[in-house]
C-alpha cells in the first residue's frame, strides 16, 4: 500500500478515486473547507487521523478506520460504501453512516443524529452512541455490549439480534420484524409498538405503555418496571417475573403468565388473552 503520513488536506475530493492508500497522522481540515475527501476510493486504510470536513468517505469500498476521530463538523461522513471496519474511532457528524453495507465497528463512540439509516450487515461491539432516530430501516444487525440513549431508535428495522445491551430510548423498535433482544435493559416509553415476531430474552423493561398492538410477540423470563397499560391489542406469548401495574386488552389467543398486576383493563371485544397469575 502507497503510505500518506503527516499531512494536512483540506481540497475538495483531496484524495479522490485512490486506490490501495494508508493514510496515517493526518488532519483533513483548513481554509479551502473542501468537501468528499475520499470519495470512489478502494482498500483504504485511515489511522491516527482527525477529519474536519464534510462528506469525506462516499461511494468507497474496503475500509479500515482505526483510532480517528471524525469531528462534529464532519457530517453525513460514510454514505454508500461498503466492506467497512471501524475501530477505536470518533464519530460525531450528524449522519454519519448511512446505506452502508458489511459493516463491523469496534470501541467507537458515536455522537450522531439519525445514524445508520438503510445500512445492512452491521456488527457493532463495545460501543457507545447518543443519537435520534438511530438505525432506522436497518436490517442485518449484531450489537454486543452496545450502550445506546436517544429518542426513536430501531424504528422499521428487521433482522436483528441485540446482546448484553443497555437502551435508554423512547419509541424504539417500532415497526421492527424479525428481532431478539437478549440479556439487556431496555428502557423508555412506548416500547416497540407495531413490532411483528420480536422476542425479548432475559430483559429488563422499564417505562409506561409498552408492547402495543404487536404481532408474533415473544417476552421469555422478563422484568418489567412502571409498565403500565402493557401489551394493548397484541398477540403476545409472555413469561414475566415481576408485577405489571397493568395489563390492557391481549388479544385472543395471547398468553401472559406474572406473579402479579395491578389491574387486568378487558374493554373490548377481541381482549380475550388469558392473564395468568403465578
Not at 160 to 167: K, R, S
Request: net charge negative; aromatic share 10%.
Amino acid at each position: 500500500m502507497n503510505l500518506i503520513q503527516n499531512q494536512t488536506f483540506d481540497a475538495e475530493r483531496a484524495l479522490y478515486g485512490s486506490r490501495d492508500i494508508l493514510v496515517k497522522d493526518c488532519s483533513f481540515a483548513g481554509p479551502a473547507d473542501g468537501e468528499s475527501a475520499f470519495k470512489e476510493c478502494s482498500n483504504v486504510q485511515v489511522e491516527h487521523c482527525y477529519l474536519n470536513l464534510r462528506y469525506p468517505l462516499w461511494h468507497d469500498h474496503g475500509l479500515v478506520i482505526r483510532d480517528s476521530e471524525m469531528t462534529e463538523l464532519c457530517r453525513a461522513a460514510l454514505w454508500y460504501s461498503d466492506h467497512i471496519t471501524i475501530e477505536n474511532t470518533k464519530l460525531h457528524g450528524i449522519k454519519a453512516l448511512r446505506e452502508c453495507s458489511d459493516i463491523v465497528m469496534r470501541g467507537c463512540d458515536i455522537i450522531s443524529p439519525e445514524f445508520g439509516w438503510s445500512s445492512k450487515d452491521i456488527e457493532m461491539e463495545d460501543c457507545d452512541a447518543d443519537s435520534q432516530y438511530f438505525m432506522m430501516r436497518a436490517t442485518d444487525i449484531h450489537f454486543t455490549n452496545v450502550r445506546m440513549k436517544g429518542k426513536y431508535s430501531f424504528q422499521y428495522i428487521e433482522d436483528a439480534v441485540l446482546e448484553n445491551c443497555t437502551f435508554d430510548t423512547k419509541d424504539a423498535f417500532w415497526h421492527a420484524k424479525n428481532v431478539t433482544v437478549r440479556n439487556s435493559l431496555v428502557k423508555g416509553e412506548y416500547l416497540a409498538w407495531y413490532c411483528e415476531n420480536v422476542t425479548f430474552e432475559n430483559c429488563r423493561i422499564v417505562g409506561t405503555q409498552p408492547l402495543c398492538y404487536c404481532k408474533g410477540l415473544r417476552l421469555i423470563n422478563c422484568e418489567m418496571e412502571g409498565c403500565d397499560l402493557a401489551f394493548e391489542r397484541s398477540e403476545v406469548e409472555a413469561s414475566i417475573t415481576t408485577p405489571v401495574v397493568s395489563i390492557k386488552n391481549p388479544l385472543h389467543g395471547s398468553h401472559i403468565t406474572v406473579p402479579a398486576v395491578g389491574e387486568i383493563i378487558r374493554d373490548i371485544e377481541e381482549g380475550t388473552g388469558t392473564v395468568e397469575i403465578r
